[in-house]
Each structure stands twice: as C-alpha cells, then as structure tokens.
C-alpha cells in the first residue's frame, strides 16, 4: 500500500470558508430589489404624454413669438374667425388649421406647419388687437392676445 503525502494546495485554508447561504440571501434580496425598480423605469421611459406636453407647450410659445412678430411688421390684419390674414410688403400671410396642424402659407402657397395636434383653433378681434385661442387634441387650451397698433378688419 502506498500512501501519498498530503499536499497543501488541495486544503481550503482556515478563513476561507466558501459562499454561506446567510451571503446568497443577501445577494439575492438586493438583485430583487434592483429588479423590483425595473418596470417603473420602463414604465417611465414609455410614458411620452409629460414629454409631449411639454412639447407642445414649446410650439406655442414659438408660434406667439413669431405672430407677435409678423403683426408688428405687418401693415394689415384681417381676422376671418378660424383664420388671420396679414399683409406685409405686399405679401399675403396666412394663418389656418389645416387637419391636425396649424399652418402658415404666404401669398397662399407653401404648407409651414406652426403647430401640430390641434383640435381647433379661433381668432378674436379685440380692442387694440386679437386674441389666439387653441385647444390640442388632449383638451389643453391655450390663449394669447397679441396688440396690434394698425386697424383689424373683421370679416
């Protein structure tokens, strides 16, 4: 019978005590948690309607600045009541909702959408100017009045 001597590389040493079931726990519960995290996060980066609201709020605020903009420049307004005619160095600009947009045509050509997702829109003649009311397809409404120093024809 032959007896090998004992090699100390097959021994585990004294602190080394391999993975406990008290560390598999552990490890387990904080995966569950990180998990746990994951359909709100998905839910969140699916979820468009703040981002798209805030959007929305963007287009308007650009749409009042460029209106506000040509009224000044313009030597005529004429408000139809879902349109406004501008006249500016003998152009005719024009301002409709055309499907679910609110359009800009010049001289009646041309398609600039100005705003998207609009349910309606109306133009009010009021004193010493117009006002801009918009509602988009999520019910939000939105009203500008913008002065106008040249006289407003109605029509």
């Keep these: 019978m032959v007896i090998f001597p004992r090699n100390d590389q097959n021994v585990p040493l004294q602190n080394e005590k391999g993975f406990t079931l008290v560390e598999m726990l552990i490890a387990f519960m904080a995966f569950c948690m990180l998990a746990s995290f994951f359909p709100l996060a998905i839910q969140t980066v699916a979820s468009h309607k703040y981002l798209d609201q805030r959007n929305q709020r963007l287009e ?7 209106v ?5 420049l313009s030597s005529q307004v004429t408000v139809l009541g879902d349109k406004l005619l501008l006249q500016k160095n003998g152009d005719t600009i024009l301002y409709e909702k055309y499907g679910s947009n609110l359009r800009r045509r010049v001289n009646y050509t041309g398609h600039e959408t100005l705003l998207q997702n609009v349910a309606s829109v109306r133009f009010i003649k009021t004193t010493g100017g117009f006002s801009i009311y918009v509602q988009d397809l999520e019910q939000i409404e939105y009203s500008a ?5 040249i006289s407003l024809e109605v029509k």
């Design 60 to 66: 308007w605020e650009v749409f009042l600045s460029q």
């Design 68 to 72: 506000k903009k040509e009224t000044r």
């Design 145 to 149: 009045t913008i002065r106008s120093f």
